[in-house]
């Protein structure tokens, strides 16, 4: 069923789809050079819906240069990763406050308010609306869930405490939505792929932030974390993997063997090569594996479980493999559960806690379900966000590598000293400073109006 909207504003990118004292300090001194300034952006933890009762299913596939002041932009995101998959957080688009957030209550973005909004005319490199007047875009995600409206352009600030100038950015103005996207109650999405509607490759490409971005969300039962736009400087111990955007246009990394209790998987490395290979996306909720690995894996944990109880999975439409009789304390799952490792083809490891492959089971006390599960017929290997609670990981495009890094996502911002007032609220579009923001340079292909049915990054 299709529900027409009053238009909403909707960044057009798809989801392509963290850090100790010392280093969060190392953060704000040491910055890349040669580009703009990083964006901080804080998640925090809102408060979760039942998930016995909540009407998602969160399996779904949704799919820097010196500066004499550290800049960030600091904004409210709301961290329910393991149960809708959302992170709604703050953006302003000219004098238009708005806030993606669960409620629907939502003011709708109204162009014609804005002084600045400008529609992307109808060219021969993008699909147009029936007067041929404006470029349109329609997306349709893995779940079947759609998206669809008009591109335009305006000045965009996330939140208010951005020191980056306010910039002009493409986006979509959603006029109709289907399916998960409707049922969510989210008012929008903001990815971070590569395209040149990508938030990223806008920004970056206008040389305001260097071509790299931060993640870091927080572990069970905790929530919160950050989301950095721009680049950082990593930690010296920081695990790195190569990334391929010539192999495949997802965020992909070289995994070459999977380790359960420091037993190396019989596992031939071709396995993790299917299709997409090994692609990382934030977008979707737990990780996929292929068929054979995942049979390997699966057996591999049970074996290593002999102390703990078997049982049925709280839905009983999902066929999902749990375990009784484990510590409540999330902090102690290590006592109970083995440790799970990746192998990269440079030979470094990054090694998987509990929580990184575990959801709580919501019906029995003590009780945990495997998080990873069999990708269908598909042979890509697919991780979501549960491989990376409590995990930094930077997605360095410029230099073709995805870095890893346990911490304490939900602590970074104290850390960094940060107040956690609200943002003030722009009420004149006069308050915008205009002459900062810089017009897009955005070239439109047609092929990017439709993405194809399949993962979502």
């Known amino acids: 069923m299709a529900h027409a909207l009053s238009t909403h504003l909707i960044f057009l990118i798809i989801i392509h789809l963290i850090i100790t004292t010392t280093f969060a300090a190392e953060i704000i001194r040491n910055r890349h050079h040669g580009s703009g300034p990083a964006m901080f952006l804080p998640l925090y933890l809102s408060s979760a819906p039942n998930s016995s009762t909540s009407a998602l299913d969160p399996r779904r596939q949704l799919s820097i240069t010196e500066s004499k002041r550290h800049p960030n932009a600091?904004?409210?995101?709301?961290d329910d990763l393991l149960i809708n998959g959302l992170m709604p957080f703050i953006c302003s688009c000219n004098s238009q406050y708005h806030q993606f957030r669960i409620e629907r209550?939502?003011?709708?973005?109204?162009?014609?308010?804005?002084?600045?909004?400008?529609?992307?005319?109808?060219t021969s490199n993008c699909n147009c609306?029936?007067?041929?007047?404006?470029?349109?875009?329609?997306?349709?995600?893995?779940?079947?869930?759609?998206?669809?409206?008009?591109?335009?352009?305006?000045?965009?600030?996330?939140?208010?405490?951005?020191?980056?100038?306010?910039?002009?950015?493409?986006?979509?103005?959603?006029?109709?939505?289907?399916?998960?996207?409707?049922s969510q109650h989210a008012d929008g999405i903001m990815g971070l792929g590569r395209g040149d509607l990508s938030i990223m490759d806008q920004l970056a490409g206008k040389k305001v932030i260097s071509d790299s971005f931060s993640l870091c969300y927080g572990g069970m039962d905790v929530g919160g974390g950050a989301m950095v736009l721009g680049g950082i400087s990593p930690p010296s111990d920081m695990v790195f993997a190569h990334s391929d955007p010539d192999r495949s246009p997802y965020y992909n990394i070289d995994l070459k063997e999977m380790h359960v209790a420091g037993k190396r998987l019989p596992l031939n490395p071709k396995i993790f090569y299917g299709n997409h290979g090994t692609i990382l996306d934030s977008g979707t909720t737990y990780a996929y594996l292929p068929e054979a690995a995942f049979l390997v894996f699966k057996n591999a944990i049970v074996k290593e479980l002999q102390s703990l109880k078997l049982i049925s999975g709280p839905n009983p439409n999902y066929d999902d493999i749990c375990f009784s009789g484990a510590e409540i304390d999330v902090s102690h799952l290590s006592k109970s559960f083995p440790v799970v490792d990746m192998v990269f083809g440079n030979g470094?490891?990054?090694?998987?806690?509990?929580?990184?492959?575990?959801?709580?089971?919501?019906?029995?006390r003590g009780a945990y379900c495997l998080?990873?599960?069999?990708?269908?017929?598909?042979?890509?290997?697919?991780?979501?966000?549960?491989?990376?609670?409590?995990?930094l990981v930077m997605y360095d495009?410029?230099?073709?590598?995805?870095?890893?890094?346990?911490?304490?996502?939900?602590?970074?911002?104290?850390?960094?000293?940060?107040?956690?007032?609200?943002?003030?609220?722009?009420?004149?579009?006069?308050?915008?400073?205009?002459?900062?923001?810089?017009?897009?340079?955005?070239?439109l292909s047609a092929s990017q109006q439709n993405i194809p049915s399949g993962i979502i990054n």
């Open 371 to 391: 998080g990873i599960f069999q990708n269908r017929e598909d042979p890509t290997t697919l991780l979501g966000g549960i491989v990376f609670q409590n995990t």
């Open 74 to 78: 600091h904004m409210r995101l709301h």
């Open 129 to 182: 609306d029936n007067d041929r007047n404006q470029c349109t875009y329609y997306r349709q995600y893995a779940e079947m869930s759609t998206s669809s409206g008009v591109l335009g352009y305006d000045v965009m600030s996330f939140a208010n405490k951005s020191e980056l100038a306010p910039q002009y950015a493409v986006f979509g103005c959603e006029n109709m939505e289907t399916g998960d996207i409707y």
């Open 348 to 364: 470094q490891k990054y090694s998987l806690a509990p929580e990184n492959y575990l959801f709580r089971h919501s019906k029995v």
């Open 105 to 122: 209550d939502d003011p709708k973005f109204q162009p014609d308010l804005s002084r600045t909004y400008k529609p992307v005319k109808c």
């Open 397 to 443: 495009r410029e230099h073709r590598k995805i870095g890893f890094w346990k911490t304490n996502c939900a602590k970074l911002w104290k850390r960094l000293h940060i107040s956690d007032a609200p943002p003030h609220v722009h009420s004149d579009s006069h308050e915008i400073n205009s002459t900062n923001a810089v017009e897009p340079s955005v070239s």
